[in-house]
């Protein structure tokens, strides 16, 4: 249209734009193609001075994993025309990327006279369910109140995620109960609350109650619930019955939930039986879950042909060369291992680090395996020796067989020592105030599965501080206190 001379209008920009979301599904280059030669047909134009056209391409931008400084440049750009449309368009960008800054645009936005909308609050409320502590949603949601929103299904849907994803469940049930209109993302939401800290006894309560039609969504939470807490009979049910019963037919996601949960419990042929009669073809996903067992079991041979499947589908991840190169040095085929190792190198591979956050002193500290980052690294590691001699004298003895090198007993235990959960812990114990308070949480977040050895270290560093220890990691919470934690030791 545009090669042919014919002229365009500021809809047709905006739709044009707003259609790149579908391209990303397909081919995110492309759609990023397409989205810098409309941004420059957006200033040649003049269009980009429209809080709307801007607006638009911030979220085009997002959508398409496009770096979010170049969007808040954008959103900088057109700071003559900035609505709240636009406020609430880089808020949501960066709440899903980093939280923390959607938090400190907000703060600018309301010191700028700004009034919130649903929408704004909306999206502060995702960045909250990216931090650690509940007292950043409890504000949002204060203002949720005072706005006269509180009876909002939207937000109080926002506000039980939030909650739950802060490691505050009862605050999300209290939402829940006062909701008075509750729609599916409201019971789904609730669900997958319960999904997250491992109760899966109560989800299966809840949806007992459920008096809406549920969607594809309500099982996926139904099915990781029960695959949490290895409930394989209640959640072999659920997804034998939810095409008869309830009229959904299970989709890759359930597939997926499914082969964990048989895999989780050591179950790897129904596992394998069940892929092997999927009606569509098992995603990255399904075989990565298959991986994942075959890795907790030592299955070698059905963890070769599960790590090629992930690595045909999905390239550039990092999981299918790590978990097979664990089992094979579970076995101590440490050649094999080797091998892997130096072939991902190779593909140019990256593997992704273990990181771990924690608030101490209303300030967020992230710490990497070893304890680089953190300019208080030599104290941290002094205090951390400590405390590993302190859990030793009451039974703790690390667990080396997860150290997956042929090296040294000594050595491996050293490796282990400094996961970065184990340093965020530490550096929270060396500050006063985070022990003064016989109540006080201490709350850790990580971006990967926490190992088995540093969740013994969790359980006894709970029963020797008297303290209770929330970790949540990529995929649960995990209640620590008095030596026991949350999960039974099954996650």
């Known amino acids: 249209m545009h090669r042919d001379g014919i002229g365009f209008d500021r809809a047709t920009l905006l739709s044009t734009i707003s259609s790149l979301s579908g391209i990303a599904e397909e081919n995110i280059e492309l759609g990023l193609l397409f989205c810098f030669q409309l941004h420059d047909l957006s200033i040649k134009t003049g269009f980009i001075l429209e809080a709307e056209v801007s607006t638009v391409l911030v979220k085009a931008y997002s959508n398409l994993?496009?770096?979010v400084h170049d969007c808040y440049r954008l959103f900088m750009d057109s700071s003559d025309h900035r609505d709240i449309i636009s406020w609430t368009g880089i808020i949501a960008t960066f709440a899903k990327q980093i939280p923390q800054a959607a938090l400190s645009l907000f703060c600018q936005l309301r010191r700028e006279g700004w009034a919130s909308d649903r929408y704004t609050l909306s999206s502060v409320l995702k960045a909250c369910a990216g931090l650690m502590t509940a007292r950043h949603a409890s504000a949002v949601h204060l203002l949720v109140v005072q706005a006269g929103l509180e009876g909002d299904t939207v937000l109080a849907n926002a506000l039980i995620h939030s909650y739950a994803r802060c490691g505050s469940i009862a605050l999300s049930k209290q939402v829940f109960d006062e909701l008075e209109f509750r729609d599916t993302v409201s019971w789904n939401s609730m669900l997958k609350a319960y999904s997250l800290h491992g109760q899966a006894g109560r989800a299966l309560e809840l949806f007992s109650t459920m008096d809406v039609q549920p969607d594809a969504a309500t099982f996926v939470a139904l099915l990781s619930a029960c695959s949490h807490v290895g409930m394989v009979e209640e959640g072999a049910t659920v997804f034998d019955t939810m095409l008869e019963n309830h009229g959904v037919a299970p989709e890759l996601d359930h597939y997926a939930c499914m082969v964990d949960m048989y895999g989780r419990a050591g179950r790897i042929l129904e596992a394998k039986n069940l892929l092997s009669k999927m009606p569509m073809q098992p995603d990255s996903v399904v075989w990565s879950a298959l991986l994942g067992a075959c890795r907790k079991y030592s299955e070698t041979g059905l963890g070769k042909l599960a790590a090629a499947k992930l690595r045909e589908l999905d390239p550039d991840n990092s999981l299918g060369f790590v978990l097979m190169s664990n089992i094979y040095s579970s076995d101590g085929n440490f050649d094999e291992a080797g091998l892997l190792r130096k072939k991902m190198k190779v593909s140019r591979v990256m593997k992704r680090p273990g990181l771990s956050w924690i608030e101490v002193g209303n300030q967020i500290h992230e710490f990497a395996s070893g304890g680089l980052w953190?300019?208080?690294?030599?104290?941290?590691?002094?205090?951390?020796?400590?405390?590993?001699?302190?859990?030793?004298d009451i039974g703790y003895a690390p667990d080396t067989s997860l150290v997956l090198h042929d090296v040294e007993e000594d050595q491996k235990a050293e490796q282990l020592s400094h996961h970065s959960e184990k340093l965020a812990l530490t550096f929270a114990l060396m500050d006063a105030s985070s022990l003064s308070h016989p109540q006080a949480v201490i709350k850790i977040m990580k971006n990967i599965r926490i190992c088995l050895?540093?969740?013994?270290?969790?359980?006894?560093?709970?029963?020797?501080?008297?303290?209770?220890?929330?970790?949540?990691?990529?995929?649960?919470?995990?209640?620590?206190?008095?030596?026991?934690?949350?999960c039974n030791d099954y996650w």
């Open 453 to 486: 050895d540093c969740h013994n270290f969790m359980k006894f560093a709970s029963k020797l501080t008297r303290k209770e220890i929330v970790v949540r990691d990529s995929n649960r919470f995990h209640h620590f206190k008095e030596g026991v934690c949350s």
């Open 65 to 67: 994993g496009g770096d």
């Open 374 to 392: 953190h300019p208080q690294r030599e104290a941290i590691c002094v205090k951390l020796e400590m405390l590993i001699q302190q859990l030793k």
